[in-house]
């Protein structure tokens, strides 16, 4: 099956499910002050790209890039479907993203996860992938329920 992965304008049913779905299960997993994902405003806010990835007629992934300072960026939204879940399709996403945010001139990516066993599997691919925990970034403030990673590019 063709797997292709497109910026997305966040207007179909599937992509709005799916965000749906992702700000469900961070508010079911970690108390609000715990929660930092963009609700659907906030991924449609000037300067960030949203993409997709679509097997065939089927959205299976997600991920956003907003910008933080000049030459850094917030990975943000990464979200796979539970049915997609290790096919490698976060990979395929993650390393879409950082060749964006390379292409873009961006220096440094930077992203915050939970702490909590629930984020394990979300941790271990980001580590895969070269990011380094760090201190928090941005407008973050120390949170025991929060892990932040940066990846110099």
């Keep these: 099956m063709d797997v292709r992965i497109e910026v997305d304008d966040l207007t179909r049913p ?23 994902a963009l609700d659907l405003d906030g991924l449609r806010a000037p300067g960030v790209t949203v993409w997709t990835l679509w097997e065939g007629e089927e959205v299976l992934a997600c991920a956003a890039l907003t910008p933080l300072s000049e030459g850094e960026g917030e990975l943000k939204s990464m979200r796979t ?19 964006e945010a390379r292409a873009r001139g961006l220096r440094r990516v930077s992203l915050e996860t939970g702490a909590e066993p629930h984020f394990a599997p979300a941790r271990r691919l980001y580590e895969r992938h070269g990011f380094e ?21």
Excluded at 20 to 28: F, G, I, P, Q
Excluded at 85 to 97: D, Q, S, T
């Design 14 to 36: 599937a992509v709005l499910a799916l965000l749906d779905e992702h700000l469900a299960e961070m508010r079911a997993t970690s108390p609000p002050c715990s929660v930092h």
């Design 81 to 99: 479907t539970a049915a997609a879940r290790g096919r490698g399709f976060g990979a395929r996403m993650l390393e879409h993203v950082l060749a």
């Design 133 to 153: 925990v760090c201190a928090p970034f941005g407008s973050y403030r120390l949170d025991p329920l929060s892990v932040y990673y940066t990846r110099e590019l």
